[in-house]
């Protein structure tokens, strides 16, 4: 149980484009999501925090209105990186729990973004 | 500020030997710490969760231990097999329901 889907894979855009991450808890609601992304060799740094029917929570850096999240239903978040940039290019992770201080998470297997 | 801080950067190690890995955490006393494994190009799985009253979990080839005191945990491959060559990470809440990584130890198990 708990799985976790995350849509697409991979996903290569030209630069000033949007792209849009889906992430969906498959057999559990969520009602917590988490977003991090991961730079090569590099940890998971959590960019927001999103909550079903609310206002995500953004760490401190990340700017909220190139990384829009909605958090539209118990099993579905969504990230959409706008107007893209090369350095937007990394592996974005996300994360359900049922509820908020839940362990463990349960991660999607990542989107590969490129942005050229 | 709180740190967490996997010394170990990568890891190789022959096949049936056991690997032991580091995970030290500053300026804060966690209820509970966790061990995820992390494939290449692969979100990352949960392995242990440990509380702060235990000294020790197991499951299956794997150990974790929890020293409060040193702020530490170690987490031990026993038997390790190639299968078991993975990024490993450990994560701690601090207290605001949202889990912080460590930067994670690369396993390489040689056959």
């Known amino acids: 149980g708990a799985v976790v889907s995350q849509h697409p894979s991979w996903v290569i855009c030209k630069s000033g484009t949007s792209v849009k991450i889906e992430c969906r808890s498959l057999?559990?609601?969520?009602?917590?999501m988490f977003w991090y992304r991961q730079f090569p060799k590099q940890s998971l740094m959590l960019m927001a925090t999103?909550?079903?029917?609310?206002?995500?929570?953004?760490e401190q850096g990340v700017e909220k209105d190139k990384f829009l999240i909605n958090h539209a239903s118990l099993t579905l978040s969504t990230l959409t990186v706008t107007s893209a940039h090369p350095e937007d290019s990394s592996f974005y992770i996300c994360?359900?729990?049922?509820?908020?201080?839940?362990?463990?998470?349960?991660f999607g297997n990542g989107t590969r973004l490129t942005v050229t | 500020s709180q740190k967490i801080e996997q010394n170990s950067e990568a890891l190789n190690i022959q096949e049936g030997k056991t690997a032991t890995l580091t995970c030290n955490y500053t300026?804060?006393?966690?209820?509970?710490l966790q061990w995820y494994r992390q494939d290449p190009g692969r979100g990352p799985v949960f392995l242990l969760l440990?509380?702060?009253?235990?000294k020790e979990k197991r499951k299956e080839r794997l150990k974790v231990t929890f020293d409060t005191t040193l702020k530490q945990s170690l987490f031990h491959i026993t038997a390790s097999q190639p299968a078991d060559s993975a990024t490993y990470l450990c994560?701690?809440?601090?207290?605001?329901?949202?889990?912080?990584f460590g930067a994670g130890t690369t396993v390489t198990v040689r056959a």
């Open positions: 300026n804060y006393s966690p209820a509970y």
């Open positions: 057999d559990f609601q969520a009602t917590t």
């Open positions: 994560a701690l809440d601090f207290n605001d329901y949202k889990l912080s």
């Open positions: 994360s359900a729990s049922r509820r908020a201080g839940d362990s463990p998470l349960h």
């Open positions: 999103s909550n079903e029917g609310s206002k995500a929570t953004y």
């Open positions: 440990i509380r702060e009253n235990e």
